[in-house]
């Protein structure tokens, strides 16, 4: 922001160039009325140094008061705290976990709770598990969303005084945003979404400060709020996905920016035009990236040790971790050698048979893919079968015979002492023509059929190498009697099947699908001092693009139903919340409830509303060569409400493309901009009434808002009420809190399970 400031507020005189100010979109003066009212306005504009100044302490002081009331309160696990305070134990035991969200808002929870002197032994793993007890510094965990709740209402009126609009229109808004029950909720628990509308908010309020320096290029005054509009965006970034949405909206502020500068043929220059550019590109998407690829060096070199999201990953990943099981193995692959097998395609683990089986189909013994390593992944590679004067038998294999490209084989079960085996039976779960059923087949003693054998194929090998190397060559198993490939996919089985990975033949298929290689060889003839091998490390850029294909394929795929989820077009009307907690002691009435101040949220959808009608109407006399806007201030004041209207959209639209799963949570960085919106229409309706009448007006909405917040306070302070206003406050059926003594039950955002054996595996993904 500019220099001198207090509090981010530029209070220097603003000298006001009509040909050279970048909030004059001077293509759109398209009369002499308007240009003349242009170079007469006053050429300085300046903002009340005491006046902004006691607003800001005053507002920020307020807003501790209601973020921070009894923050201790509930003294129990609420909602998402079981994921995001379980990722801050992790941190703090360096354990490596998977989460659908980048690291920063994770990483400053575990900061927050170390500096507190929590060593992350709690677990955080249900709703209602006391914080007291075991001692747990939770209320310094929720102090760092609830003061970045605190700092998101100051950071509200200087955006709104960037902008232009009045002290009292800027103050109204930062009102509304105080007494607004979801945000109130969200900053006072250990969770994502006060982090992320912070620096959400931080990066509008910079980008405006930059956007009002235009008069300056390239002096310090225009670089710094430049600089730090990157750096905010790139935190928002790091905390949530949801941050690209306000990279677009810069990014689209940006490109009329520089459109501007584009026409302005008399004082900008090629090379200076090229100089903007390249600064902007510098600070608006070289720093935000730099920083977003710096907090996943940071969550690598905290997460050191194997944890509960090894799972997830590529073997490779999983090597660089301390602990993880993946011992050194012999290089050289033969007939005879014991070996394991692992899918390449999924993490869904190693080729397993077990002595359960299928309940349709053959009914022989299943072949599934499994996560752990036991002694049913073992398996033996056997020669194929030759027929021998009409007798079947095992061709003979005399000496130490390298596996290559080409060879047929057998494969037996290790325990069962059954061959993997394929026919033309469709799967038990994959029931279609494209998939065959694979099974193990036959009994100790009995050499199997030609069903058993199984064809190598590497691809893209090299015929000067074409042998199998453990770890290092990917192959295909090819079925020699249909043609069809062993494959697996990310399908479960039944409880008959353990919940395993299912395994069939498949005729076509996709590449990665159908490739396997081997993680653990042993063979009889091998020394010890033979070459062993492991994974090839990845290097941090690997693990980084991993890491994120995986957060945005678990993201995608959480599609299950919760009690609590709802669709975007729910969000602006304010239809349902999330039941948080309720308090489970005897005679305890107190439940925390997501629900919003039903006055603020719907001024805010009015006013995205109000504003879509208007613009629609504006466009159509200006296409009819009216002019409706024919002052400087509301010329000026209409673009920032654009822009406002921009972020809100950006903000909200983009949800309507996602088929996952969806929480009211997820509309609030767009009331943010909805409640900023509201605040600058405010100020354009009443900028032709007297100071006094402005004042009253907002004084009046305010009160209303403080009235109503109060009203639904219980829900957001876990305090207890009495019946009547619980039922009193109910102003929609959909509003569905739970009036009676026995509450309806919170449960936390899915975390979904997946049981193989006697082990299970939990994909820790939080709501958003």
């Known amino acids: 922001m500019s220099s001198p400031t207090t509090n981010g507020i530029r209070h220097r005189p603003a000298k006001i160039n009509p040909d050279t100010d970048e909030d004059l979109a001077l293509p759109l003066l398209q009369d002499d009325k308007l240009a003349k009212a242009l170079l007469d306005r006053p050429k300085y504009v300046t903002y009340g140094l005491d006046t902004n100044t ?19 309160t509930p003294t129990s696990v609420v909602f998402d705290e079981v994921h995001f305070g379980g990722f801050a134990s992790k941190y703090i035991k360096g354990k490596f976990f998977m989460d659908v969200h980048p690291p920063l808002g994770k990483l400053l929870l575990a900061a927050a709770g170390t500096l507190a002197g929590f060593n992350g032994d709690f677990d955080f793993k249900e709703i209602g598990k ?134 302005d043929v008399k004082r900008v220059s090629w090379i200076k035009f090229t100089q903007h550019f390249l600064a902007r ?36 990943f999983q090597s660089t971790l301390k602990g993880n099981a993946i011992a050194d193995t012999f290089k050289e692959v033969a007939f005879g050698s014991r070996i394991i ?39 033996i590679i056997k020669p194929m079968l030759e027929n021998a004067n009409g007798t079947w038998q095992e061709k003979v294999v005399s000496e130490f015979q390298r596996i290559k490209h080409g060879d047929v084989v057998r494969l037996e079960h290790f325990n069962t002492k059954k061959h993997l085996h394929s026919h033309d039976i469709r799967p038990s779960v ?10 193990a087949y036959g009994s100790p003693g009995f050499l199997g059929d030609t069903n058993d054998h199984w064809r190598i194929e590497i691809p893209n090998h090299d015929p000067k190498d074409p042998f199998v190397n453990a770890m290092q060559t990917k192959f295909r198993l090819i079925h020699q009697n249909t043609g069809c490939k062993l494959f697996s996919h990310n399908v479960k089985l039944p409880e008959w099947g353990s919940g395993q990975q299912e395994v069939t033949c498949i005729k076509g298929g996709r ?74 002691k005897e005679g305890g009435t107190g439940q925390v409830y ?52 921009l972020t809100w959209f950006l903000h909200y639209a983009p949800f309507f493309l996602m088929g996952r799963q969806l929480f009211l949570h997820h509309y609030l960085p767009a009331l943010f901009y909805s409640i900023l919106l509201f ?45 009547q206003h619980c039922e009193k406050i109910k102003w929609k059926k959909t509003w569905d809190w739970d009036c009676r003594r026995s509450a309806m039950s919170a449960k936390p955002a899915p975390a979904n399970h997946l049981q193989h054996d006697e082990h299970p595996v939990k994909i820790e993904s939080s709501d958003s």
């Not at 600058?680 to 009235?707: K, Q």
């Open 281 to 316: 590109a510098l600070c608006l998407i070289v720093i935000p990236l730099s920083i977003y690829a710096a907090l996943f060096q940071v969550h690598f070199m905290v997460l050191i040790n194997n944890g509960s999201g090894n799972g997830f990953m590529s073997p490779e």
């Open 341 to 379: 097998l692992r899918h390449s395609g999924t993490n869904g683990g190693y080729l397993h048979s077990h002595k359960l089986f299928y309940p349709s189909g053959s009914k022989q013994q299943q072949i599934t893919c499994y996560p752990f390593r036991d002694e049913n992944n073992d398996w």
């Open 54 to 72: 006691y607003a800001l302490l005053g507002l920020t002081i307020l807003a501790a008061i209601v973020r921070l009331y009894r923050i201790g």
């Open 511 to 584: 590449l990665t699908h159908i490739l396997w290689r081997i993680e653990g060889n042993n063979h009889p003839d091998l020394p010890e001092i033979s070459t062993k091998v492991n994974y090839a490390r990845p290097g941090f850029w690997g693990k980084f693009f991993e890491l994120n294909k995986k957060m945005w394929t678990i993201n995608n795929g959480l599609t299950g139903s919760h009690p609590f989820d709802s669709r975007p077009s729910s969000w602006p009307g304010l239809r349902r919340g999330i039941s948080f907690w309720t308090d489970r």
């Open 430 to 439: 994959t029931d279609n023509k494209d998939h065959n059923e694979v099974s």
């Open 594 to 645: 997501l629900i919003g101040n039903p006055f603020v949220w719907w001024l805010g959808t009015m006013s995205c509303v109000l504003f879509t009608f208007a613009f629609g109407i504006y466009l159509i006399l200006f296409k009819r060569q009216v002019h409706v806007i024919t002052n400087w201030y509301l010329h000026s004041a209409t673009r920032k409400i654009g822009f406002l209207f």
């Open 130 to 263: 006391d914080y007291l007890e075991p001692k747990v510094p939770y209320i310094a965990m929720r102090l760092l969303p609830g003061i970045l709740g605190v700092f998101l209402v100051p950071i509200a009126y200087i955006t709104m005084r960037n902008c232009g609009f009045s002290n009292v229109s800027s103050i109204l808004s930062s009102v509304l945003l105080m007494f607004e029950n979801a945000f109130a909720t969200q900053s006072r628990l250990i969770l994502l979404d006060s982090i992320l509308v912070f620096f959400i908010g931080l990066s509008t309020m910079m980008w405006t400060d930059f956007l009002s320096n235009q008069d300056e290029p390239f002096q310090f005054t225009w670089w710094y709020p430049l600089v730090m509009t990157g750096i905010s965006l790139g935190l928002a970034l790091s905390v949530k996905w949801i941050g690209l949405f306000v990279i677009a909206a810069v990014g689209f502020s940006t490109i009329m920016n520089l459109w501007e500068l584009l026409g």
């Open 679 to 723: 605040g600058a229409i405010f100020d354009v309706l009443t900028h032709r009434l007297t100071p006094a009448t402005r004042s009253i007006l907002a004084v009046i909405i305010g009160a209303i808002a403080i009235y109503i917040y109060w009203q639904f306070s219980p829900l957001t302070y876990g305090t207890g009420m009495n019946k």
